[in-house]
């Protein structure tokens, strides 16, 4: 039976082995130039590569602030400029354009609301008769048309985008550039002018 190192007999202790000695090299191996590094010959394995950048790293100053004298006010830039708002104009059926300067109100024999009463009076000749004597108000609103219902008999409806709302009785509704108002069956394209 061969003899086990592991195992000792009770009352005995094991025999001290000496420490490996550690031999310094001479010196530490060189860089080749070729972007290549030398291996102790106790590693077995193939040259590695490694990665250097080609060229010296960039150096970022950081941004310096004027010196500002103490006792100097320091003022925000002024803000943008909001848009002037657009001039809006209504297409007619036969071609004819109609400043939306202000309040306009359109009817075959319209009436001015008692919620606008300086709107400008806006007859509309409907050869179909679908067009109620007082039939809506509109006014221009950022860079579209406000259109309000003055509850007229064939409805107001506003088509943008391929979607058509149609607006309840004395109700509003926004109409943007490129929309179509329908009084009825009389429409009109709302463009900028």
């Known amino acids: 039976m061969a003899e ?3 195992l000792l007999t009770p009352g005995s202790m094991p025999v001290p082995r000496p420490e490996p000695a550690i031999v310094p090299t001479a010196a530490p191996p060189s860089r080749d130039l070729d972007r290549y590094i030398a291996l102790p010959p106790s590693i077995e394995s193939a040259t590695h590569r490694i990665a250097r950048p080609e060229t010296a790293p960039t150096v970022v100053s950081p941004v310096v602030s004027p010196a500002v004298p103490p006792g100097t006010l320091l003022v925000a830039p002024e803000p943008e400029p909001e848009p002037a708002p657009l001039s ?3 297409v007619l059926p036969d071609g004819g354009r109609l400043a939306v300067d202000g309040p306009l109100v359109l009817g075959r024999d319209p009436a001015p609301p ?7 009076i806006t007859p509309l000749d409907d050869s179909g008769k679908t067009v109620s004597k007082t039939h809506a108000l509109l006014e221009p ?7 309000t ?3 007229s008999t064939n409805g107001v409806a506003i088509s943008s985008d391929g979607v058509r709302t149609v607006l309840a009785p004395g109700g509003d509704g926004i109409a943007p550039i490129g929309s ?5 069956s009389f429409t009109v394209l709302v463009e900028a002018r």
């Open 4 to 6: 086990n190192p592991f």
């Open 88 to 90: 809006l104009a209504l």
């Open 114 to 120: 008692a919620s606008a009463p300086a709107a400008q």
């Open 141 to 147: 609103e950022g860079r579209g048309i406000r259109v």
């Open 149 to 151: 219902e003055l509850h």
């Open 180 to 184: 179509v108002i329908e009084l009825g």
